[in-house]
C-alpha cells in the first residue's frame, strides 16, 4: 500500500549508498529531512521564546489561582492565545518528522520494495548490516562482539544526547505531568533496542539536531 512512497525512498536511498556508502547515505537523508523541517522548527523556536516571556505572568497566575485550577488553566490560555501561542505550540515539528522516521523504518525490515528485491538489506555500517536488530547482533556475535558493541555505542550516543535535551527542557507546571517531559528524551535508547540499525542512526541524527536547535535557542 505504500510503495509510491517506499519505492522512490529505496531507490534514492540506494543509489546514494552507492556513491557514499550506506552509514552517510543515512546521515544525510536525515540532515535532509531536517532542512526540509526547517520552516517548522524556527516556529517552534519562537513559541518557546514567547512562553519565555511570559513566565513571569504565568507564575502570577498560578498564585493568583492556586485554589482555582480550572480558573487557572482558562487564564492561562487566554494569555497564551493573546501572545499567539499557547502551551504546545511548537509540537508539529516533532510530528511531522514520523512519516520520514516510519519510511526508513520500513525500508529495512522489508524484504521487498514494489515486488522487488530490497537492496538497501544488502548494505551495511561499520561492517553490520543496516537492516541488523541488537537481539539478532547479540545472537550472532554474542556480547562483546564487534556488532553488539557498536549498537552499545550507538546506545551510548542515544543517551548522551538525550542528556543534554533534558537539560534544556524548560519546567512548564502549567502543563499536566510536565516532569514526564523530561525523561522522553530517554525513550529514543530504548527505541532503538528494538530498531533496525538504520532506524536507529536516523534516530541519533534527529534528535542531535533538535538538541543542538535548543541549544542554540538558549545561547
Same mark, same amino acid.
Given at each position: 500500500?505504500?510503495?509510491?512512497?517506499?519505492?522512490?525512498?529505496?531507490?534514492?536511498?540506494?543509489?546514494?549508498?552507492?556513491?557514499?556508502? &550506506?552509514?552517510?547515505?543515512?546521515?544525510?537523508?536525515?540532515?535532509?529531512?531536517?532542512?526540509?523541517?526547517?520552516?517548522?522548527?524556527?516556529?517552534?523556536?519562537?513559541?518557546?521564546?514567547?512562553?519565555?516571556?511570559?513566565?513571569?505572568?504565568?507564575?502570577?497566575?498560578?498564585?493568583?489561582? =492556586?485554589?482555582?485550577?480550572?480558573?487557572?488553566?482558562?487564564?492561562?490560555?487566554?494569555?497564551?492565545? &493573546?501572545?499567539?501561542?499557547?502551551?504546545?505550540?511548537? #509540537?508539529?515539528?516533532?510530528?511531522?518528522?514520523?512519516?520520514?522516521?516510519?519510511?526508513?523504518?520500513?525500508?529495512?525490515?522489508?524484504?521487498?520494495?514494489?515486488?522487488?528485491?530490497?537492496?538497501?538489506?544488502?548494505?551495511?555500517?561499520?561492517?553490520?548490516?543496516? &537492516?541488523?536488530?541488537?537481539?539478532?547482533?547479540?545472537?550472532?556475535?554474542?556480547?562483546?562482539?564487534?556488532?553488539?558493541? #557498536?549498537?552499545?555505542?550507538?546506545?551510548?550516543?542515544?543517551?548522551?544526547?538525550?542528556?543534554?535535551?533534558?537539560?534544556?527542557?524548560?519546567?512548564?507546571?502549567?502543563?499536566?505531568?510536565? &516532569?514526564?517531559?523530561?525523561?522522553?528524551?530517554?525513550?529514543?535508547?530504548?527505541?532503538?533496542?528494538?530498531?533496525?540499525?538504520?532506524?536507529? #542512526?536516523?534516530?541519533?541524527? =534527529?534528535?542531535?539536531?533538535?538538541?543542538?536547535?535548543?541549544?542554540?535557542?538558549?545561547?
Amino acid at each position: 500500500m505504500f510503495d509510491f512512497v517506499l519505492s522512490p525512498a529505496h531507490d534514492l536511498l540506494n543509489a546514494l549508498s552507492g556513491h557514499t556508502g &550506506g552509514l552517510l547515505a543515512i546521515i544525510l537523508f536525515t540532515v535532509a529531512v531536517r532542512l526540509l523541517l526547517l520552516p517548522l522548527g524556527l516556529r517552534q523556536a519562537r513559541a518557546q521564546r514567547a512562553r519565555a516571556r511570559l513566565a513571569p505572568e504565568v507564575t502570577k497566575l498560578r498564585k493568583r489561582f =492556586s485554589r482555582d485550577p480550572k480558573r487557572f488553566q482558562r487564564e492561562l490560555n487566554a494569555l497564551y492565545a &493573546g501572545a499567539g501561542t499557547s502551551a504546545f505550540a511548537g #509540537i508539529g515539528s516533532a510530528l511531522a518528522q514520523s512519516p520520514f522516521f516510519l519510511v526508513m523504518y520500513r525500508l529495512f525490515v522489508s524484504a521487498t520494495i514494489a515486488g522487488h528485491s530490497n537492496l538497501l538489506l544488502a548494505q551495511s555500517a561499520l561492517g553490520v548490516p543496516l &537492516g541488523e536488530h541488537f537481539s539478532a547482533a547479540l545472537a550472532h556475535s554474542g556480547v562483546f562482539g564487534a556488532p553488539a558493541l #557498536i549498537f552499545v555505542a550507538l546506545f551510548a550516543l542515544l543517551a548522551l544526547v538525550a542528556w543534554q535535551s533534558t537539560r534544556l527542557v524548560p519546567d512548564m507546571p502549567e502543563v499536566p505531568m510536565s &516532569g514526564v517531559l523530561k525523561l522522553l528524551p530517554y525513550g529514543s535508547v530504548i527505541a532503538a533496542g528494538f530498531l533496525p540499525l538504520a532506524a536507529g #542512526i536516523y534516530l541519533l541524527i =534527529s534528535t542531535a539536531w533538535t538538541t543542538a536547535e535548543r541549544s542554540l535557542r538558549t545561547a
